[in-house]
């Protein structure tokens, strides 16, 4: 009985299997299989962004409030934000293989001559703000640095690396049109955005070969607060209005679709291309113009994401999966790498700075702050992600 049962049994498990390791390596995030070098390969075995966050109380942030780079409302140890402390000792484990630590003087040393650019919105710059307060432990003599197009970023001279930052909230550039003579009186309409969905915004459109690794993210500007009906977007394509017009997520959806194409023919080959998923927003009993807060003193379980972060529940934070979902698919057979730091960031509703913005009024104007980040915090993790997966490219291409 027995041996009539298994090569059945063989064939019953074995195709399934091979199936499974076929379609769990078409999913890792990194490495084409043409790196044919065995020591990477072993690395692409590893999921980066799944895992869970652990707590280890001997762990300290790499840098502090005096980096000179820090952005006000995000220096949260100057704002004397609570449970810094808390916040800065979670550490996060990949299911199957450790995150490193980034080592400033290491990756800056693989990185000599070479420059790593972000584009996108304020998200972005929270990334960015992250990595140049980590890298400068390594070069203390790191200057402020900004030239044209640019709006901000550090140069380290000992390494001579670039790190910069182009802001672009929607990639794709937008212009204020005021309300027209011949515009019938709808809704109080104000004006509108032009967006012309097939011109990259001036602040990045002129990068070209400067760069070696690029981050690219947009997301957070799409949504009725930025773009209400009074102020709306409106969608140009070869200069002519799309007709019949788009909703703005259709808008959203045709301006990645043409940034991507940009990307994809214009910049070098050569560079490394990422694409940086949502970041997500923490707003409880309240969406951040309604008292929506952020004052929770450690991650979320497991358990309760889907409830803050499955669009099916309708809640607050819902946009960010959503948005991810036509993001993945736009970048579907592209040479563009997606930067998935989501999931992990989405544990974190303990580390927005919330009401400790440095300022005083700034929580009764703004609202509390619970879609930027921390730092140090969890950007730090996205750090040590991105410098974990670009310094075995770098290495390899030399
Ligand atoms: C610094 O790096 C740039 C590339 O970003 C390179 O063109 C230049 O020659 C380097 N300068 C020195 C002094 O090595
Ligand atoms: C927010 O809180 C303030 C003060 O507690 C209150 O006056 C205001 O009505 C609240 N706003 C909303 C939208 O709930």
Not at 55 to 83: G, M, T, V
Not at 253 to 260: A, T, Y
Not at 377 to 398: F, R
Request: charged content about 25%; aromatic content about 12%.
């Amino acid at each position: 009985m027995a041996s009539k049962l298994t090569p059945k049994l063989f064939s019953w498990l074995i195709l399934p299997t091979l199936l499974l390791i076929f379609l769990y390596s078409q999913s890792l995030p990194l490495y084409a299989p043409t790196s044919s070098k065995p020591k990477i390969s072993i690395s692409s075995s590893c999921n980066l962004f799944k895992g869970k966050w652990v707590n280890d109380p001997n762990r300290k942030p790499i840098y502090d409030e005096s980096c000179p780079f820090h952005r006000n409302a995000w220096n949260c140890l100057r704002n004397q934000r609570e449970n810094m402390g808390r916040i800065n000792s979670w550490k996060w484990k990949p299911d199957r293989c450790d995150l490193t630590r980034i080592d400033p003087v290491g990756f800056l040393g693989s990185m000599r001559n070479k420059n790593i650019g972000f584009v996108g919105d304020s998200l972005n710059e929270n990334f960015l703000v992250s990595f140049l307060c980590t890298l400068r432990v390594a070069d203390s003599t790191a200057k402020k640095w900004k030239r044209k197009g640019a709006w901000r970023g550090a140069y380290f001279p000992k390494f001579n690396v670039t790190v910069g930052y182009h802001r672009a909230v929607l990639l794709a550039k937008y212009e204020w049109q005021p309300k027209q003579l011949d515009d019938s009186n709808q809704d109080g309409l104000k004006g509108r955005y032009r967006v012309d969905v097939d011109i990259p915004a001036d602040d990045w459109a002129h990068i070209g070969a400067f760069y070696n690794v690029l981050v690219f993210n947009t997301g957070h500007w799409w949504g009725f607060d930025k773009f209400p009906k009074e102020t709306p977007l409106v969608f140009y394509k070869a200069g002519q209005l799309i007709q019949p017009p788009l909703e703005m997520f259709d808008g959203l959806k045709v301006v990645l679709e043409n940034m991507i194409a940009f990307i994809e023919k214009e910049l070098p080959e050569e560079t490394l291309k990422y694409w940086r998923l949502q970041s997500p927003r923490h707003f409880q009993g309240g969406d951040w113009n309604q008292n929506g807060s952020c004052t929770v003193d450690g991650p979320l379980d497991e358990l309760q994401l889907d409830l803050w972060f499955d669009p099916r529940y309708n809640g607050v934070n819902k946009e960010a999966r959503r948005l991810n979902h036509l993001i993945e698919e736009v970048l579907k057979g592209t040479t563009i790498r997606s930067l998935d730091l989501t999931h992990l960031s989405e544990f974190r509703a303990d580390a927005h700075p919330a009401i400790w913005l440095g300022k005083k009024d700034a929580v009764l104007v703004w609202g509390q702050d619970c879609m930027h980040w921390c730092l140090p915090g969890v950007p730090d993790t996205w750090v040590d992600i991105l410098a974990q997966l670009i310094t075995p490219h770098i290495l390899e291409t030399g």
